[in-house]
DNA sequence: GTTTGTGAAACGATTCACAGCT
DNA sequence: AGCTGTGAATCGTTTCACAAAC
């Protein structure tokens, strides 16, 4: 498959939340200007989007609600399960078990790790906290597919490649360091302090 | 001030943390070639990224840590504190309340909001969480700089409404939608589910 | 000899504009 | 007539490569 750049890839997910919002009004078709003005972008930007993937629209008429969504949840590969195990049990690992969105699209999480004895044993959501030190026992037993790291920083590198190890194929990461993973592994990093700063420099600079 | 890509912003921000690690490990200059490696980037694309705000570096030598520091920090206009309102008193707003980082960098929660009669009048780190109908004599008794918008999307939109006409000049926003402000207001929107996404379609094609 | 600062070249993403289909 | 799909043009960002400074 060709290389899809990343923005493009942002962008899809922007249209799927906005299909879903059309279908839920009963809408039949969208055309692409519509589509650009609920989010922020242009007609010609959405098409191009789409038609890397095929051309799903007809001319005069529109994409179909329906089947765009379909082949929008399709293309993101949202159609199945992800098995993802939460490596860190402080305040953001424990806001994101509890996040609704995580399991609506098919994140399921199915194992949470610390370090800190105050927490291991105690339940979360029907899971319980189990040490890092049962993380190459339990994850032999039940594999995934996706580590979350929600450690402070020095802690995640070392933790990220023992999942990688264990055939993680996927890390989304909070910690706020660059990690190295090989090639085949894909990383996300969710860096909050990054968001701050930039904020910070658009308040300084106008 | 010339315009300056949201990326390279991004990327001067990376540079500050890693500076202020090797700040930490005693090193007096750096250069762009050790920076990028660290970072995960060229060192022409860290001499453009600084040749922006001027030329900080000795040919020959590098870049001085501590200087180097201390004019990033100025660039993103990190040297003083901003006042901030939590709007949404839920998972994630109490995860971020308590972050460090977040007053490290030098924001500092002065207000928590909540519509929740359950919520209303506990207190967190502190502050108490207070009933939305008080937003505006809230806000214009004690006026904030930043809003961060930790609430169901269907609330968001309104709420960041209110916080404009209150005077806030930025938006942290963590409700999955597109918020419509004015132009000198500044958003910046975290968005988990299009985190998640993206991992998903990478997972997929490959 | 080393490393910066920066024009110029290469690359990549967005916008334009229109032919082609419904 | 209306709207898509897409090459071509434009715009922005990154990389190259080298003269200038230490």
Not at 1 to 12: F, G, P
Not at 140 to 161: S, Y
Request: net charge positive; proline share 2%; charged share 25%.
């Amino acid at each position: 498959m060709r290389k899809i750049a990343e923005s493009t890839v942002r962008r899809l997910s922007l249209y799927l939340r906005l299909l879903e919002e059309f279908e839920e009004q009963g809408a039949e078709t969208v055309s692409s200007e519509a589509l650009a003005s609920r989010g922020g972008t242009t007609s010609a930007q959405v098409r191009k989007d789409l038609s890397f993937f095929g051309s799903f629209g007809k001319r005069g008429l529109g994409y179909s609600v329906g089947e765009l969504v379909r082949r929008l949840r399709e293309i993101l590969g949202l159609g199945r399960t992800y098995r993802v195990a939460m490596i860190g049990a402080g305040k953001i690992g424990s806001a994101l078990v509890q996040y609704r969105g995580f399991r609506q699209r098919g994140f399921e999480v199915v194992s949470i790790f610390d370090v800190d004895p105050a927490k291991i044993g105690r339940s979360w959501n029907g899971l319980t906290v189990q040490s890092v030190v049962s993380l190459e026992g339990e994850l032999r037993a039940h594999p995934v597919e996706i580590a979350v790291i929600v450690t402070p920083a020095d802690a995640a590198q070392a933790l990220t490649g023992r999942c990688v190890a264990l055939g993680v194929k996927a890390i989304l990461n909070f910690a706020p360091v660059q990690l190295t993973v090989p090639d085949e592994v894909v990383v996300k990093t969710v860096n909050l302090a990054l968001e701050l700063e930039t904020l910070s420099y658009a308040l300084t600079n106008r």
